[in-house]
């Protein structure tokens, strides 16, 4: 930040001595615009001595996404935006019929098996059932009563999430492939 290129020095008014246009020595005052010496790098010096950064979260090796960094007084802010309990979207790829050591794409092959009995209905049978799970998670962990008006509004919207500390909790969940 030191580096980049700095606002132009404020300008001020100030009277100098000039010749005077017939000469014989005699001078007069001029105002003119010049730079103030307070706002000059070399009197100023670096304008960043001690910068706070805070990370508003931090991301995985292989994700993609915003990563938030506050700067300066913008640390304050990072703590309300945790507040606000936003939700994050994850796509997740998956191959049935191998397994490696890191449960990722690129580890090393651990096992091999066939998966001819899985099919797409079985498939998204068990997902419906972990969404249902996780909807009553949700709902216990929103600390809304589900018996007001504010509680079905914000059912309509999808805006109900957990206001506290709690497990992750799948709101929604598809195969697309």
């Known amino acids: 930040l030191n580096a980049a290129p700095g606002r132009a020095p404020r300008q001020q008014v100030r009277f100098l001595p000039t010749p005077a246009p017939g000469g014989g020595g005699a001078v007069e005052l001029v105002a003119a615009r010049v730079p103030v010496l307070a706002d000059h790098p070399l009197v100023r010096g670096p304008r960043f001595r001690k910068l706070k950064i805070g990370a508003g ?9 915003v990563f938030v960094l506050g700067i300066g007084h913008g640390n304050k802010l990072l703590t309300d935006l945790y507040n606000c309990h936003l939700t994050r979207v994850y796509t997740v790829g998956g191959l049935f019929g191998k397994a490696t050591d890191d449960f990722s794409d690129t580890g090393n092959l651990v096992e091999k098996t066939t998966f001819d009995h899985i099919t797409r209905e079985k498939l998204e049978r068990i997902l419906a059932v972990i969404q249902g799970t996780n909807q009553k998670a949700l709902l216990m962990y929103s600390n809304i009563d589900m018996k007001t008006q504010e509680a079905y509004e914000l059912a309509v919207k999808g805006l109900i999430r957990p206001m506290g500390k709690s497990p992750p909790i799948i709101t929604a969940v598809r195969c697309l492939q």
């Open 57 to 65: 979260h931090r991301l995985d090796v292989k994700a993609s996404g």
